[in-house]
């Protein structure tokens, strides 16, 4: 792996060899803590386009307890206000050679458009409505550990499946390992063509979660809607909205999960997100270092591999 911009294309063995090493990293996360110094000596750039709250801070977290330096990117505070490209503000960062660039934008693409700008590393944080790889990651993390296994499991993804670059990137790891998918939305929040992606369409909650292992559910992304998706929200909720209800279809030990952030009472009602014996919500945050500490790993490794080894005596 020479960058990480998106699930597909991976093999079900780089994403087993991905997992089971962040996996190691979550237990020693919880074991003894502290800092390595797997990555001492290296930069890692985190430049996030849009906001974020558990992306950005676990990959911090993530290059620190590695030992890499991390600087985060404030777009408010760049030349970005003042008008610079993308590839330029890349490039620029880039001259300054860093190991490996963190990157979220607002446009599908746009992260692997810059990957091709530059030398270091590069991983997707989520771009547009495409990809958000380690997000799927750290998911199948939590589905591995909670039940075992991957392979053979029925899990629904619902709600808004049209904009989410989580669902992309779940759909083809879920697929690529073996699970059976099942897409649960209004059609206004579906992608033309949904039966292409490998999986099962479903238009209501209670049909789609029959027997379901796991129920992953997602949030409504009005900020790259053009139009109304539903009626009011008041209604998505009574059709969509997970509620104890509507998961007595599920199977009576499905894990319920959501890439946050979450908006309560709309896509899925407190008591069921904060379910102490169902709900992995948190898990998921937590299996997101391991896994971010996985992927620098690998990368930076992966790039330290290629570059030629500098003679300190040259001039
Ligand atoms: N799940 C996720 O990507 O969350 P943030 O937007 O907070 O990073």
């Not at 074991?31 to 890692?44: I, N, P």
């Not at 709250?53 to 760049?78: H, P, Q």
């Not at 904009?163 to 579906?190: C, D, F, Q, W, Y």
């Not at 999986?199 to 009005?222: N, P, S």
């Amino acid at each position: 792996l020479r960058h990480l911009l998106g699930i597909e294309g991976l093999s079900p063995l780089d994403i087993t060899l991905l997992l089971d090493r962040a996996n190691e990293y979550v237990e020693l996360n919880r074991s003894v803590g502290g800092k390595l110094d797997t990555l001492s000596g290296r930069t890692v750039i985190n430049l996030f386009f849009e906001s974020s709250t558990r992306t950005r801070t676990s990959f911090e977290l993530a290059g620190k307890r590695l030992g890499a330096d991390v600087i985060n990117m404030s777009v408010s505070t760049s030349s970005i206000k003042k008008g610079e490209t993308l590839i330029d503000t890349a490039m620029t960062l880039n001259a300054m050679h860093p190991d490996v660039l963190v990157v979220r934008h607002g446009s599908s693409g746009a992260v692997k458009l810059l990957s091709e700008k530059v030398n270091c590393a590069v991983i997707n944080a989520g771009d547009g409505s495409h990809e958000h790889p380690t997000q799927a990651l750290l998911d199948a993390l939590t589905i591995r550990r909670r039940k075992g296994r991957i392979d053979g499991l029925q899990v629904a993804i619902c709600g808004d499946i049209l904009h989410s670059r989580v669902a992309r990137s779940n759909i083809h790891l879920l697929n690529v390992m073996g699970a059976r998918v099942r897409l649960i939305a209004p059609k206004t929040l579906l992608p033309a063509q949904a039966e292409r992606l490998g999986t099962e369409v479903f238009y209501d909650m209670k049909a789609g979660l029959k027997d379901c292992d796991i129920v992953m559910m997602l949030r409504l992304q009005t900020e790259r809607m053009q139009s109304n998706f539903f009626p009011t929200v008041r209604e998505y909720y009574h059709f969509f909205g997970l509620d104890y209800t509507k998961l007595e279809a599920a199977k009576p030990d499905a894990l319920i999960m959501h890439p946050g952030p979450m908006n309560r009472g709309v896509e899925i009602a407190s008591d069921v997100a904060d379910d102490i014996g169902r709900s992995a919500i948190r898990e998921q945050v937590e299996m997101g270092v391991g896994v971010r500490m996985a992927c620098l790993e690998v990368l930076s490794l992966n790039l330290a591999a290629e570059r030629p080894v500098a003679d300190p005596n040259d001039s």
